[in-house]
């Protein structure tokens, strides 16, 4: 599948972006403009470097200010009991049930589960979601699913996930370095996703999020209410 450019996630990045971008092809414009005449275009395209550096200056900063947002101090922790398959339970703390989305496309009968490339009208109700209820969101649990560029476009929508879990989807391994434009991401739930090779990519493309490589539920802290 060919790789697609995800943009940042917040408005301003994506028009710093695209700043960035049509400044950088006006500077070209104007330097083949100098070329065919210096003494007239000189100062035009002078302006448009001006220009492209304020716009790459812009995008910097904005990176940099991603990079700084305040943690909203969500626990993840496993606690003693297990489920009755002996998997481990991760507590997401505070959380209740709004707290999590749950990503699972339908298969069609004898389709192996994951084995299909993830299709856009999938979650058509994702994008029914208000904004006030993707802040909330802080746990993606995504299931038999081929994870690609348009999954991580969805997950994308959910700006203060946490942790998310790809237990036993398969993972495209050019995925990861996306995930690192979610800020608040602190965990990856990958077990059965990921072979020896795999998880070296994720911890070089994701440095600080930590993996957890055994069988593991996720649940919430407070009662089922929405």
Not at 72 to 89: A, C, L, Y
Not at 174 to 183: C, P, T, V
Request: one cysteine or more.
């Amino acid at each position: 599948m060919p790789r697609k450019s995800i943009l940042p996630k917040t408005a301003a990045g994506r028009n710093l972006v695209l700043f960035a971008i049509f400044s950088s092809l006006f500077s070209l414009v104007t330097s083949g403009l100098t070329a065919y005449n210096d003494q007239a275009f000189q100062g035009l395209h002078t302006f448009s470097l001006a220009i492209m550096l304020v716009a790459y200056l812009g995008v910097i900063f904005s990176k940099i200010s991603e990079r700084r947002r305040e943690k909203i101090g969500v626990r993840v922790k496993p606690i003693e009991q297990k489920t009755s398959k002996g998997d481990s339970i991760y507590q997401i703390s505070p959380s209740h049930f709004s707290s999590f989305v749950f990503l699972e496309p339908q298969t069609t009968p004898g389709q192996t589960p994951g084995a299909e490339q993830f299709a856009d009208e999938a979650y058509p109700w994702i994008d029914k979601i208000n904004s006030s209820r993707r802040n909330r969101v802080v746990a993606a649990v995504v299931r038999n699913a081929y994870v690609d560029y348009d999954i991580v476009e969805q997950l994308l929508g959910f700006p203060n996930l946490v942790i998310i879990d790809f237990q036993g989807c398969t993972v495209d391994h050019e995925i990861w370095s996306d995930l690192a434009q979610l800020d608040q991401l602190e965990y990856l739930a990958v077990f059965g996703a990921v072979n020896e090779q795999t998880e070296r990519e994720l911890h070089y493309a994701l440095p600080e999020v930590k993996t957890i490589n055994e069988p593991v539920q996720l649940i919430h802290s407070s009662p089922d209410t929405i």
